[in-house]
């Protein structure tokens, strides 16, 4: 198991409280843990719908439309088979995640972007930057440095 | 007492009258439903968790299946020997899943609206809506795995599969997909699918049977099955030909195989027809939690779901073959743009609705104000 895996975690509320939805992702490369093609996702990466209505891995030109966290364990078979990832659709909540990059202020906006970080593996993920022109994602509660690595931020997109 | 009268002094009758909505059921009804005709090809066994494996990196949970060793034999003189055969045998993983009904939810106040136990209605079809989506699995797996070996045994690569490539120089080799007899002389490349004829299923049969496999069991569905009625008396002799023109085909074989035919043509698309061997050299099909109801109510708000943990696996993808009765190429190539025709519909598709009295389509037609 790599550093980076099971490493976003959704403190409140419990998940009965919030928005779960199991869709389709475009390419099924993504779920594979070992995959060659594409990075495979983790959890805490973000994810949006594509023009077919299934889920790709949001990047910073479509920063100004709804993105989703994943929920999903890296190489989790369930998710293999059934070809599909748990997003977290709606719902405020607290979470912790490493999927971050850049110098997040205490209570500052958050925004996706596709980031680059040695904690997540030092490939292009989909994340949680300082808020600059996208769509505002969230709000920093606790910064890494006190939160060994991992942002807390409460998540504002309802 | 007519029996006109019988039934005006029945209506009259308040124990009797509930007898007559049951009778009626007090609901039209729009589509039927059948079990799972996965569950017919590969049947199921229940596990426990003690059987399955977990893994160090996330909590999902699979089955070990282990797969036939190989072996040989060879002629060695007097003085010589054998070669060495290091055992090792094959194992591959089943992973489970869940397959879940929408979560039905109604305030307590409206269930009185219905004369009819709408609820209990909705429970017995939720259970037949997951055994459709275990359908679908099912066949997307069947497919896959009729794919992969079609591409391997046309060197590797995804080749098309049409009547203009197979009437071409180089026509690609049919090893695990097959096209009937009409879809290969068509003129055009279309979805169209055309009636299967009696050397179709013996084509089908014999991709298995020449595989050192022997085929088994085969899954149409009720439309291409249909066109069976229309085989001749060269086809069936005169002795079945007199039957099935007064009783249809009444038998549980068709040339010598078991066969299982389904209406679910949105999950199974006509014209796609599938050949097994038996259930031990095809794969597995795991149940790991049965039909589970939940029920809550929450002050007036009833709300209900159901869902099943099951595992499935075409283990040996050679233990399926597939008979193809329309002329365009079904393969991911998508060359003819039929693919969407053939393939099982989206989730969200299935089981559309026939009725369009939303739509204030009945007959006849009345305003109530």
Redesign the interface.
């Given at each position: 198991?790599a550093i980076y895996?099971?490493q976003f975690e959704i403190l409140r509320p419990t998940l009965d409280g919030l928005l779960m939805a199991t869709e389709d992702v475009a390419d099924v490369n993504l779920l594979d843990?070992t995959s060659s093609t594409v990075v495979p996702l983790i959890d805490g990466e973000l994810l949006q719908f594509d023009a077919t209505g299934k889920l790709v891995r949001g990047t910073t030109a479509n920063q100004g439309q709804p993105a989703f966290f994943n929920v999903e364990?890296?190489?989790?078979?369930?998710?293999?088979?059934?070809r599909k990832v748990t997003v977290v659709m709606g719902g405020t909540f607290l979470a912790d995640t490493i999927v971050w990059a850049g110098a997040p202020t205490l209570g500052g906006e958050l925004e996706m972007a596709t980031i680059n970080n040695a904690r997540f593996g030092t490939v292009d993920r989909a994340g949680l930057q300082p808020q600059s022109s996208g769509l505002v994602m969230g709000y920093a509660i606790k910064l890494p440095a006190i939160n060994g690595g991992r942002l807390q931020f409460i998540q504002a997109l309802v | 007492m007519s029996v006109h009268e019988q039934l005006l002094n029945q209506l009259d009758n308040p124990a009797a009258k509930t007898k007559i909505a049951a009778e009626f059921k007090g609901y039209i009804r729009d589509h039927l439903r059948e079990t799972s005709y996965a569950e017919a090809v590969l049947p199921p066994q229940t596990v426990d968790k003690s059987e399955c494996q977990v893994s160090v990196n996330h909590d999902s949970l699979v089955k070990i299946e282990n797969l036939e060793p190989g072996s040989r034999a060879m002629v060695v003189n007097f003085r010589g020997q054998p070669r060495a055969n290091f055992i090792r045998g094959q194992r591959v993983a089943v992973p489970f899943l869940t397959i879940m009904s929408d979560m039905f939810e109604k305030p307590e106040q409206e269930f009185l609206a219905y004369s009819y136990p709408i609820g209990k209605v909705l429970e017995q079809n939720c259970v037949k809506d997951i055994g459709e989506i275990q359908d679908r699995e099912f066949t997307i797996h069947i497919e896959s795995a009729v794919q992969a070996l079609q591409a391997e045994a046309n060197g590797g690569a995804v080749t098309a599969l049409n009547a203009t490539a197979l009437a071409g120089g180089a026509p690609p080799v049919e090893f695990s997909v097959v096209k009937g007899e009409l879809a290969r002389t068509a003129a055009t490349d279309t979805g169209v699918v055309l009636p299967i004829q009696r050397p179709d299923v013996v084509s089908l049969m014999k991709l298995l049977d020449g595989n050192r496999l022997e085929s088994d069991l085969l899954l149409m569905t009720s439309v291409d099955w249909d066109d069976i009625l229309q085989w001749t008396s060269e086809d069936n002799g005169d002795k079945v030909q007199s039957e099935t023109v007064v009783n249809g085909y009444k038998y549980n074989l068709l040339l010598g195989k078991r066969y299982v035919r389904t209406i679910k043509t949105d999950i199974l698309r006509p014209g796609n027809v599938y050949a097994f061997t038996s259930p031990d050299f095809l794969g597995r099909f795991y149940v790991l939690n049965n039909i589970k109801f939940y029920i809550d109510k929450v002050i007036n708000l009833i709300k209900f779901v159901a869902w099943k943990d099951i595992g499935m696996s075409i283990v040996n993808i050679a233990s399926v073959r597939k008979l193809e009765l329309y002329s365009g190429d079904a393969t991911s190539a998508d060359t003819d743009s039929i693919l969407s025709q053939v393939t099982p519909k989206a989730e969200s598709d299935l089981g559309a609705q026939n009725n369009r009295a939303g739509a204030g389509e009945f007959f006849p037609q009345t305003v109530t104000f």
């Open positions: 198991m895996d099971r843990p364990w890296r190489g989790a078979t369930e998710v293999q088979a059934g | -």
